[in-house]
């Protein structure tokens, strides 16, 4: 868990052990993301799912639309009643219409999404990726930002790939042995770096 004495521990750490991370952590300051855990691991992975390969703007207005219809949090018994004629109708291509339903019936059927702050990172990743709709990146985001768990690196994101690149001075994007070696020196915290990283794509405000 990503708890106040977690972070500054994590800062500490970070800052002493690779210099980059030590400016940027002086950069940006202690709180580098926000880490909300609102609604119920299922609405988590919806959203999830949901905001697959379009714009933030356009998953926003659909998920209000389902929250409109559905309440909010989603739960797995509303998306299964629900016709696909009346998914499609909200927004939902068919692809993703099929992923929700597929997660939903997972959800009622066992999958332990209330037992997974128990498991290992490897065995949640594992227990996700059962989903249609769920890959590896997907299941390291909930290891993030839905159980913040301190010691995530998730190798395919792109826009870690395009901070690393940034902050390190690179021709190119890392590949992921690059990355995972420069890494290292970040354990246990590489979730916390990561935020950092994340954070500094970020405009300033103004």
């Known amino acids: 868990m990503l708890d106040p004495a977690t972070l500054r521990k994590a800062r ?14 002086e950069h940006i300051g202690p709180r580098p993301r926000e880490l909300r855990r609102g609604g119920s691991g299922f609405a988590y992975l919806g959203r999830a799912i949901l905001g697959q390969q379009i714009s933030g703007a356009a998953a926003r207005a659909i998920a209000g639309r389902l929250t409109a ?4 949090p989603w739960r797995p018994a509303h998306l299964l009643a629900a016709p696909e004629t009346e ?21 009622r059927d066992g999958l332990p999404l209330g037992r997974l702050s128990h498991l290992s990172d490897e065995r949640v990743i594992e227990a996700l990726t059962v989903v249609k709709g769920v890959g590896r990146w997907t ?5 993030i930002f839905r159980l913040q768990r301190p010691d995530v690196l998730p190798l395919d994101d792109l826009g870690i790939q395009t901070a690393m690149k940034r902050a390190y001075r690179m021709r190119g994007r890392p590949r992921k042995e690059r990355l995972r070696r420069i890494a290292r020196a970040w354990r246990p915290y590489r979730t916390v770096a990561c935020l950092y990283l994340w954070r500094s794509l970020e405009p300033p405000a103004r």
């Open 87 to 107: 998914l499609r109708s909200l927004g939902l291509s068919r692809q993703k219409a099929a992923y929700l339903r597929d997660l939903a019936a997972r959800t």
């Open 12 to 25: 500490r750490h970070l800052a002493a052990a690779d210099p980059v991370m030590a400016r940027l952590v």
């Open 69 to 72: 219809r559905f309440g909010w």
């Open 139 to 143: 299941a390291e985001m909930f290891l």
